[in-house]
C-alpha cells in the first residue's frame, strides 16, 4: 500500500477546522451587523494568493515555525476562557499565519501575509471604540490649526469644532479608523503579489501612517471648512469630496508599496 501524502493546503485546512470556535465568533459578529465587512475582502485576497502560490510551496514544513503555530495554538484555545474573543482570535490568526509561514520558500512577503491576516479579523468596531476618539480629537485640533491658518476662525472643544461661531462636530467617520484600515489594505495586498521583502515592507509602514493622518486632516478641514458656509454642503457633495480623499490617500498607500 502507498503512504497517504497531506499536502500544505490540507494541512492548514485541518488547522483552521481546528480554531473553528475563532472563526464562528468572527462570522456571527459580521452577521449581526456588530461589525463592517471589511475582513471579508482581506480574506479573500489572502486565499487567492494562497491558491495562485500554492505550486510553490515546500515539500516540508520548517520544523521551528511548526512549534510556533503549537504555541500559538494551545495560547488562542486557552484564550477562549479568559480573554475576550477578538484577542483569541488574534492569536488563532497568528498561528494560522505562522503555519503558513512554514510552509513558504525563502524570501516570501512575510510580514504583508501577517498583515492582511489581521485585517481579516473583525476590527474596525474595537478600533473605533478605543481608537476613535484621539483620532478625532487629533483630526479636530489639526484641522482648526489649519483654518485659522487661513485666516477663518476656528476652536476645538473636545471632538468638535466651532467654525465662524457655527458649531461642527467631527463624528466617528471622520475618525480615520476605516481610512486607514482601506489604506493598509492596498498597501499589504500590493506588497504580498509583487513579493516586497519584509524590511522593505515595514519600512514603508510609518510613513503610509502619516499618509494617513495627513488625508484624514485634509479631508476633515476641507469638509469643515464648506460645511461651515452660510449656504452649507450638500449630502451628496459631502460624500463625493470624502471619496476623493480615500481615493487619494489609498492611492498614495500603492504607490509608497509599490
Known amino acids: 500500500c502507498r503512504p497517504v501524502i497531506v499536502t500544505a493546503p490540507a494541512w492548514l485546512a485541518m488547522h483552521a477546522l481546528a480554531l473553528w470556535p475563532h472563526g464562528a465568533w468572527a462570522a456571527r459578529r ?3 451587523g456588530s461589525d463592517d465587512p471589511l475582513g471579508i475582502a482581506a480574506l479573500a485576497v489572502l486565499l487567492l494568493w494562497l491558491w495562485l ?3 510553490s510551496l515546500r515539500a516540508t514544513p520548517r520544523l521551528a515555525w511548526l512549534g510556533v503555530v503549537g504555541a500559538l495554538t494551545l495560547a488562542a484555545t486557552a484564550a477562549l476562557f479568559v480573554a475576550p474573543p477578538l484577542a483569541a482570535a488574534l492569536l488563532a490568526t497568528l498561528a494560522i499565519s505562522a503555519h503558513v509561514f512554514a510552509w513558504l520558500p525563502d524570501r516570501s512577503p512575510r510580514a504583508a501575509l501577517a498583515g492582511l491576516s489581521l485585517l481579516a479579523l473583525p476590527l ?6 478605543y481608537a476613535g476618539y484621539p483620532l478625532r480629537v487629533f ?5 482648526a490649526w489649519l483654518l485659522q491658518a487661513v ?3 476656528a476652536e476645538r472643544s473636545g ?3 466651532t467654525v465662524n461661531q457655527q458649531l461642527v462636530i467631527v463624528d466617528a467617520p471622520c475618525s480615520g479608523v476605516q481610512m486607514a484600515w482601506l489604506a493598509y489594505f492596498a498597501a499589504c495586498s500590493v506588497a504580498l503579489f509583487t513579493r516586497r521583502r519584509d524590511l ?9 501612517s502619516l499618509v494617513v493622518l495627513a488625508g484624514n486632516v485634509l479631508r476633515n478641514t476641507t469638509l469643515v471648512a464648506l460645511e461651515a458656509r452660510p449656504q452649507g454642503l450638500a449630502p451628496w457633495a459631502h460624500e463625493a469630496i470624502g471619496i476623493v480623499w480615500l481615493v ?3 492611492g498614495l498607500a500603492v504607490r509608497l508599496m509599490a
Do not use: H, K, N, Y
Open 53 to 55: 502560490t500554492r505550486e
Open 139 to 143: 483630526t479636530a485640533q489639526f484641522s
Open 248 to 250: 487619494i490617500v489609498v
Open 124 to 129: 474596525i468596531a474595537s478600533l473605533q471604540f
Open 159 to 161: 471632538a468638535a469644532m
Open 200 to 208: 522593505g515592507f515595514l519600512q514603508r509602514l510609518p510613513l503610509i
Open 151 to 153: 485666516g477663518m476662525s
Open 30 to 32: 459580521v452577521a449581526d
